[in-house]
């Protein structure tokens, strides 16, 4: 039987051990007996807990999605400033948190888009996560912007943010995170100058 208060522990360790072996050899490769083997468990613990390397990706998935959430919301918090731009830039920055820009997690966001196409639960994780970053997005703009003007800046910024994390993973460990900042904070300061008139 086991132990009272071990299913925590154990989904994280197993997890832990997914982003591990996503980085080590790829997705395809990241096979339960390898994922339990780095976790120090037996493969049975696997199906326990997830039912199928499916149910661990999308455990993982959920993983990396909450500490993006977390990394935004931290930024927001820590604000001095309750501006638009303040909070937009915030949005920004929590998306390029180290947390989301480590070799385990880009290579396993990568896999997880690529898997995603294919697997319903994920594609559907997607876009929960694509329809937050453009909803947060969207509501700060609005502050600044007409509705119209808003939602096409949130689109591009969206857009923006993504090809530039999509650039940088594919840059290998040369991920130069302030370039991106540097340029998505550029691209919110031009839509916020143009004329809304």
């Not at 396993?108 to 947060?136: C, E, G, K």
């Not at 700060?140 to 923006?160: D, T």
């Amino acid at each position: 039987m086991p132990k009272v208060g071990m299913q925590p522990i154990r989904r994280s360790q197993l997890i832990n051990a997914t982003l591990q072996a996503v980085d080590q050899v790829g997705m395809g490769d990241a096979s339960i007996a390898l994922i339990a083997r780095l976790a120090g468990v037996s493969n049975g613990i696997i199906s326990h807990y997830f039912r199928d390397k499916n149910g661990l990706l999308e455990a993982t998935m959920r993983h990396l999605m909450s500490a993006l959430n977390l990394a935004v919301r931290e930024r927001r918090a820590a604000l001095t400033e309750d501006s638009p731009r303040a909070h937009l830039r915030a949005i920004i920055a929590g998306n390029f948190d180290d947390t989301q820009v480590n070799g385990p997690a880009v290579k396993t966001w990568l896999a997880f888009w690529a898997v995603s196409m294919h697997q319903p639960a994920l594609r559907r994780l997607q876009r929960i996560n694509d329809h937050r970053l453009y909803s947060n997005l969207c509501c700060e703009l609005q502050r600044l912007l007409p509705q119209a003007a808003a939602r096409n800046a949130a689109r591009g910024l969206a857009a923006l943010i993504d090809g530039l994390w999509l650039r940088g993973a594919l840059s290998g460990p040369a991920f130069d995170t302030q370039q991106a900042l540097d340029i998505a904070y550029n691209y919110l300061d031009l839509q916020l100058a143009k004329p809304t008139g």
